[in-house]
């Protein structure tokens, strides 16, 4: 069994920062690709940020230049650092992993975390 387990977020004004973290823990060969999607009332599930085994990154354009997102390969854990914050960032946002169950695997299992909500109001 994989888990991704989630810390952070939570109430922030307009201009502040957050730092989301999402653990990978059960038994696995390894994670591979690692990311961060957010969702909001009423709105489609969306990419905010993705992350390689290789450290190579993918952000949304919302996100360009203001989220970074990293991760520790040895911790199975991926961090997004969410800076100058906005209302409309406002969202649940849910970890993401491809994760290869086994080393003679051919694909990854996709796993979601439980969902953190991140509000950004005055």
């Known amino acids: 069994q994989v ?20 653990a990978a823990s059960g038994s696995f060969s390894r994670v591979n690709t690692m990311g961060w999607y957010r969702q909001a009332p009423g709105w489609q599930r969306e990419l905010v940020a993705t992350i390689t085994g290789g450290g190579t990154t993918n952000y ?3 996100a360009k230049g203001r989220f970074t997102i990293s991760r520790d390969n040895d911790k ?18 849910y970890c993401n992993a491809g994760v290869r169950k086994y080393a003679s695997s051919l694909l990854d299992t996709t796993y979601w975390g439980q969902g953190t909500q991140v509000t950004v109001s005055s």
């Open 60 to 62: 949304a354009d919302s």
């Open 76 to 93: 199975n854990t991926v961090f997004l650092q969410m800076n100058s914050l906005k209302p409309e960032d406002t969202a649940v946002y």
């Open 3 to 22: 888990q991704l387990v989630q810390s952070g977020g939570g109430l922030v004004q307009p201009g502040g920062s957050l730092r989301l973290s999402c």
